[in-house]
C-alpha cells in the first residue's frame, strides 16, 4: 500500500528541489567560465547573392542576404516567437522567424558588467537596465544586440528551441532583409541593422542562420535538476490522487 507520509515527502521535497533548481537555472556564467570566441566582436563582411526564395507553412518569403555574418556570445535573453502572448507575429503570418535571442560579448562579459544588468525581450526587441551607476556606465551598448533569428531548415529550428538563458553561444549566416508575400502580394519587409552602434527599434539584427553551435552551457545541471524535480512532482501529485480516502472516528 502506498504510504501518505511517503508521498507527503516526495512532493514537498520536489516542489523545493524544483523552486531551487529554478531559482539558480538562467545564472549568467562568470568570466572566468567563458569561452574565448565570446570576447571577440562579430565578423560582418559584405556579399552579393542571388535573394532567395523559400515557403514555411505555406507562408512565401523572399530573403535578401546582405552581409555574411559570424556572431558569438552570451545569451541574455530570448523570447519565443510561438509564445502564447505573442500577437504579432501570428498576425503578420511570419513562421520564418522562430525566436530573439539577445546576445552579450566582448568587455560586457571579460569584465563581468553584464551581470550587474537585468536584460528582457518583448516581441521585437531586448530592454535591458540597472540601478547602478557604475555598472551603466562601463556597459557598452555596442557589445550587446538583439537577433531575429530566421531558418527554414526543421532540424535547425529545433536546435535553435534548445538555447537557454546562460548558454554561450555561435551562429553563423546572413544579415538579411526579408520580406512576406500572400498570394504573390508584398505583406511588409524587415530590414537588418548592420552597425552595433544604432538603438532604439529597429536596431535588431535580422540573422538567416545557417548554423549553431552550443560552446557552453553554465547552468545545464541546474536545468537536468529542474527537470526531474518537476517529474517527482507530478508523479507525487499522481500517487496522491491514488491515495485511498482516509477516514477518521468519531467519539462521543
Request: hydrophobic share 40%.
Amino acid at each position: 500500500m502506498i504510504q501518505r507520509s511517503a508521498v507527503h515527502g516526495l512532493m514537498a521535497g520536489s516542489l523545493v528541489l524544483a523552486l531551487l533548481a529554478g531559482w539558480n537555472a538562467g545564472r549568467l556564467p562568470p568570466p572566468d567560465r567563458l569561452h574565448p570566441q565570446v570576447l571577440v566582436d562579430p565578423v560582418q563582411v559584405p556579399v552579393e547573392l542571388a535573394p532567395l526564395r523559400t515557403t514555411v507553412e505555406g507562408i512565401d518569403y523572399g530573403i535578401t542576404r546582405r552581409y555574411s555574418y559570424d556572431i558569438a556570445g552570451v545569451v541574455v535573453s530570448l523570447h519565443h516567437s510561438d509564445s502564447w502572448w505573442d500577437y504579432a507575429h501570428a498576425e503578420w503570418g511570419d513562421h520564418i522567424n522562430l525566436m530573439d535571442v539577445c546576445l552579450a560579448w566582448g568587455d560586457n562579459v571579460a569584465k563581468d558588467t553584464y551581470r550587474q544588468i537585468q536584460f528582457s525581450n518583448s516581441q521585437w526587441e531586448c530592454h535591458f537596465e540597472t540601478r547602478s551607476s557604475a555598472a551603466w556606465q562601463a556597459f557598452r551598448q555596442d557589445q550587446v544586440s538583439n537577433n531575429h533569428l530566421l531558418t527554414d531548415v526543421r532540424s535547425l529550428g529545433h536546435a535553435l528551441a534548445g538555447i537557454h538563458v546562460g548558454d554561450q553561444i555561435r551562429l553563423r549566416g546572413y544579415l538579411v532583409n526579408y520580406t512576406i508575400y500572400r498570394d504573390g502580394v508584398a505583406q511588409g519587409t524587415r530590414v537588418s541593422s548592420d552597425t552595433r552602434t544604432d538603438t532604439g527599434p529597429g536596431a535588431c539584427e535580422v540573422m538567416f542562420v545557417e548554423s549553431m553551435e552550443i560552446l557552453s552551457s553554465y547552468d545545464r545541471n541546474w536545468r537536468r535538476l529542474r527537470t526531474f524535480a518537476l517529474f517527482g512532482l507530478a508523479a507525487s501529485l499522481v500517487l496522491w490522487i491514488r491515495l485511498p480516502v482516509a477516514f477518521e472516528a468519531a467519539g462521543s
